[in-house]
């Protein structure tokens, strides 16, 4: 019997904020690569996370939330998205099933940008109805998915949850099969492409998410200024910048008496000494950076620029 042909490929995840593209990624992957908070536009640069399997290499690409706004930061987002999109062997959209479910008028709307060049893909794409575990009936399901096959009536579909892997073993096995022959493009012990010093920052900025919520200002972002290992024990100390626009947003990262920083500074340092295996020392200190919001170099300094610029 013939060994099926070894598989390698380019998935882009991309779709309407807040759709958990970071959280399937992370699930695929069985650890956390993209950061993840309840609020959108979460991720801002593409992340690259690799799968090896036995029969396929699927490198997956998340990218910033796809949706109808303007500006330069927006611009620059959308721009790291598409630029995913045109890169893929297989364009994957990811929605949020659950919210559709409920206001399905939204739909049409936030899939705008999306519906034409979607429609048009000659390449193999997959539209991705995520948070099926959210509903309680599944009837209320097939509606939108009756809407998602309207819209790209060639695409495969798939409900699935990436909070808690339903469906998604069909899914990967469909993307794999979509996946052009060839060996694989990565040794199968490496999980991305990102530095490991752009995780660190990523886990601390996502920890000022959770810890801020509503109320962490939109231009923040987090530098590595240094980074110290000691040989003899083994231990690494980890020196990391908070940037934001305004001093008044400096206030709100500190909190009264430093207590949101340290909060957040403390759950960073948990999951950096989980990631480096060894004992980690964190000191973050909080910069603001003026700019005005449409200027490139301003907005390179706070993340929001396509990965290939970086």
Same mark, same amino acid.
Request: proline share 7%.
């Given at each position: ?54 029969? @396929? ?6 990218? +910033? ?14 721009? @790291? ?71 790209? +009536? ?62 962490? +200002? ?7 200024? @240094? ?78 620029? +396509?990965?290939?610029?970086?």
């Amino acid at each position: 019997m013939n060994k099926p042909p070894f598989r390698c490929g380019r998935v882009a995840l991309i779709g309407p904020p807040n759709a958990g593209k970071s959280t399937l990624l992370n699930t695929f992957l069985g650890r956390k690569l993209s950061i993840v908070s309840p609020l959108p536009q979460t991720t801002r640069n593409r992340i690259t996370g690799i799968l090896s399997d036995r029969d @396929a290499q699927v490198i997956f690409i998340d990218t +910033p939330g796809i949706y109808q706004q303007r500006g330069g930061t927006h611009r620059l987002m959308l721009r @790291a998205a598409w630029d995913a999109l045109d890169g893929a062997d297989v364009p994957a959209v990811i929605v949020d099933a659950d919210l559709y479910a409920r206001k399905a008028e939204f739909l049409v709307n936030d899939l705008a940008p999306l519906r034409a060049p979607v429609a048009a893909e000659k390449r193999p794409v997959f539209v991705i109805a995520n948070k099926v575990d959210l509903l309680g009936d599944k009837s209320r399901l097939l509606p939108l998915l009756a809407s998602l096959h309207e819209l790209w +009536p060639a695409a495969g579909l798939f409900p699935v949850s990436a909070a808690d892997g339903e469906g998604l073993p069909e899914l990967l096995a469909a993307v794999k099969l979509a996946l052009p022959e060839g060996p694989p493009c990565f040794p199968e012990d490496l999980f991305s492409t990102a530095p490991l010093r752009f995780m660190v920052a990523e886990i601390v900025r996502e920890k000022l998410f959770l810890t801020l919520r509503q109320e962490l +200002p939109y231009f923040t972002s987090v530098d590595i200024e @240094a980074w110290e290992e000691d040989d003899e024990s083994g231990a690494v100390e980890i020196h990391a910048v908070i940037n934001v626009a305004k001093s008044t947003h400096k206030a709100m990262v500190i909190g009264r008496a430093g207590r949101n920083i340290k909060q957040a500074g403390q759950a960073a340092r948990l999951e950096i000494a989980r990631l480096l295996g060894r004992k980690t020392h964190l000191r973050l200190w909080v910069k603001v950076r003026t700019g005005r919001a449409d200027e490139a170099e301003f907005l390179r300094s706070f993340g929001l620029v +396509p990965e290939a610029e970086l």
